[in-house]
């Protein structure tokens, strides 16, 4: 007969990233997407890499407790951080995202738009990029925002306003609005 080899702390440890992925998993992709510009694989890796850390204090941590989210949120945007700056100190990576994204021909106008808003959100800080995500991609309250990034609601609105600002001028330079 054989005997169960599995030890306690890893059913805890399995049972502590399953309930991270179950409650907060779709959520963190979104706005790991959204920041990334798009970059749904990175944002695949990043999201791993969270829960990754979060696991690493699951001692402390309660999937289900109010304030995880944010607490993830920010390892998440930690994380998007630190990879802009190591990029910015190696040469640009090509990609192969323009393969996946090849449109029939009645999807031509919006794929177009789409690429278009990703390739102007990219000259927008982490800052603003990151509360039109939450602002206009998950269509979260301004207070809502507000927790999620920890900073006031005055702020949410004022990096929006700012945000969206920057954002016309990135298409409007790069002639997608008159």
């Known amino acids: 007969m054989g005997h169960d080899t599995t030890h306690p702390n890893e059913v805890r440890a399995e049972e502590f990233v399953r309930a991270v992925y179950d409650l907060h998993g779709a959520y963190l992709l979104r706005v790991a997407t959204g920041l990334l510009t798009g970059d749904r694989y990175h944002a695949q890796d990043l999201v791993q890499e969270t829960v990754l850390r979060a696991w690493r204090h699951a001692d402390s941590l309660d999937p289900q407790a109010l304030g995880i989210r944010s607490w993830l949120a920010h390892v998440l945007r930690n994380l998007v951080i630190d990879g802009q700056r190591a990029r910015q100190c190696r040469p ?19 794929v177009h738009t789409r690429k278009a808003v990703r390739e102007a959100l990219t000259d927008l800080s982490l800052q603003h990029r990151e509360v039109l995500v939450h602002v206009l991609y998950l269509d979260q309250s301004v207070a809502q925002t507000a927790s999620v990034l ?8 004022s990096r929006t306003r700012l945000a969206l600002k920057a954002l016309r ?4 330079e790069r002639g997608h609005v008159p």
């Open 92 to 110: 640009a990576e090509t990609t192969d995202e323009a393969l996946g994204e090849l449109p029939g021909l009645e999807h031509t106008e919006t």
């Open 150 to 157: 920890g900073v006031p609601p005055g702020t949410v609105k």
């Open 169 to 172: 001028k990135s298409l409007v």
